[in-house]
């Protein structure tokens, strides 16, 4: 808080008698002036004091110090220490832990500003993360603090404002890191295109791609060159809102502009296609990325082939992950289990058995989900030596089976007579302490009933 000067009396228009003391204003003038130097002496033994040998733990437990030590003295000192801004935030964070001093905002701003031009990002970060967490403190005073000191203090970076909206960012406080960015055009100050990037990506997180839109537009206009998180942002908004002529007009805009390609974009677009069933518009794109200096990665294909399971394109999902295997690339799980779910579906287990196979050569190993599936197919075929055959692989690839994996195979064993053996299986359940079901005992009832044995049937109610 700066101290207020008194000012002097006016003057009387008719002539008075003059006294012999000092005027009043003097006195106040002057006892301003001796509390100013003895501040400034203050700030200079705190400045020795931090900058010297002395033990802090000692010198600030002298009653001299303690008692007299104010934010705005710290303030100053932190000022008078911004060339070692590592040494600024030790003195800081010794007098919040040591000595429990509540420290101003403006000391939060000054060391801020001071870890940012430093490139100390990470202590700056967590001083904001501290200053936010102080509870109750508006976006809009927190970059006031943040302006006022940047100007009081001449800063030449304004990398402290992209940290504050990072921060925001990561609290999930997307529309406050737009309020920052608007207050930061007002002072004409800018942030990062990075950033920048950054703001978009979180809206659309929560589906605000209309705000995307319109921020893009403002970003454009100002002659800032938009990077790949840019275009990625408003790439994946024309997709949600399934307008895809304009997010291939981006795409086209981006590949005329001097910013570096890469397949992550165009990921983006095919995912938006495949989602929308539009796949083979995708298979389109993913094809001429060679053209563009491009080569389709795991993401690439393993989207692809979601995309051609929801279209039933089960067999050309298939070669996609022959293709995907040639290059060395791992399909995912999703992908595989969907298309292995897909082919025993539509009865084609031989071709599921196959995939299963080729994938298992490349070292991918098939989730449990799919294993239940095969299970569950041939034994709907008739075929329960395969069935058993599965089952010991599972445990061969240290796969656990589940209720719903013994569930299947229970049942098969009832369907075919073979109760002793559906009964051992339910042995097998209980040793490995999985929790059973009503199915197994709905298939064992039903087995005995089937038998003729309905006493034996009794047991399993």
């Not at 700066?2 to 002097?8: A, N, T, V």
Request: aromatic share 10%; net charge positive.
């Amino acid at each position: 808080m700066k101290l207020q000067r008194c000012h002097p009396h006016r003057l009387f228009l008719k002539p008075i008698l003059t006294f012999h003391t000092k005027p009043k204003h003097l006195y106040c003038t002057s006892a301003i002036r001796d509390s100013d130097d003895k501040d400034s002496q203050f700030i200079v033994t705190l400045k020795n004091i931090v900058r010297g040998k002395q033990s802090w733990i000692i010198a600030f437990n002298d009653p001299f110090i303690s008692n007299k030590l104010k934010p705005h003295h710290v303030e100053k000192v932190l000022l008078l220490t911004l060339d070692d801004s590592r040494l600024a935030l030790r003195f800081f964070n010794f007098l919040g832990l040591h000595k429990n001093f509540n420290h101003s905002t403006m000391s939060f701003c000054i060391l801020i500003h001071a870890l940012a031009n430093a490139n100390l990002f990470w202590p700056a970060s967590s001083l904001l993360q501290t200053l936010l967490l102080r509870g109750g403190v508006d976006p809009r005073e927190v970059f006031e603090a943040l302006h006022d000191c940047f100007k009081k203090c001449d800063f030449i970076s304004s990398l402290g404002f992209d940290l504050l909206i990072q921060s925001y960012l990561q609290e999930k406080r997307m529309f406050d890191s737009v309020l920052i960015y608007r207050l930061m055009r007002q002072c004409e100050l800018m942030p990062r295109v990075r950033t920048l990037g950054e703001v978009l990506n979180g809206l659309v997180k929560i589906r605000r791609v209309d705000m995307v839109l319109v921020l893009f537009g403002e970003i454009v206009s100002m002659g800032i060159r938009p990077d790949i998180y840019i275009y990625v942002a408003v790439i994946r908004s024309f997709c949600e809102l399934k307008n895809f002529a304009k997010a291939k007009e981006m795409i086209q805009r981006m590949e005329s502009s001097e910013c570096d390609l890469n397949v992550v974009v165009y990921n983006v677009l095919i995912h938006g296609l495949c989602k929308n069933k539009r796949v083979w518009e995708a298979v389109e794109i993913k094809n001429g990325l060679i053209q563009k200096g491009l080569t389709a990665s795991e993401v690439t294909y393993c989207t692809l082939v979601l995309g051609l399971c929801k279209v039933q394109e089960f067999e050309v999902g298939s070669g996609v992950i022959d293709e995907m295997i040639e290059l060395g690339f791992v399909p995912t799980e999703a992908a595989l289990s969907s298309l292995v779910e897909g082919l025993r579906r539509k009865g084609k287990v031989v071709d599921a058995f196959g995939l299963v196979t080729r994938v298992q050569k490349v070292g991918v190993m098939p989730s449990l989900f799919v294993y239940n599936a095969l299970i569950n197919s041939v034994c709907k075929d008739g075929k329960y030596d395969e069935a058993e055959l599965l089952f010991k692989e599972m445990g061969e690839k240290g796969l656990c089976a589940n209720d719903v994996t013994y569930s299947i195979l229970i049942d098969s064993f009832c369907r075919r007579g073979e109760l002793d053996k559906a009964i051992q299986f339910l042995g097998k359940m209980i040793v490995a302490g999985i929790k059973i079901t009503v199915y197994p005992y709905n298939s064992l009832i039903n087995g005995h009933c089937k038998l003729g044995e309905f006493e034996c049937s009794g047991v399993f109610f």
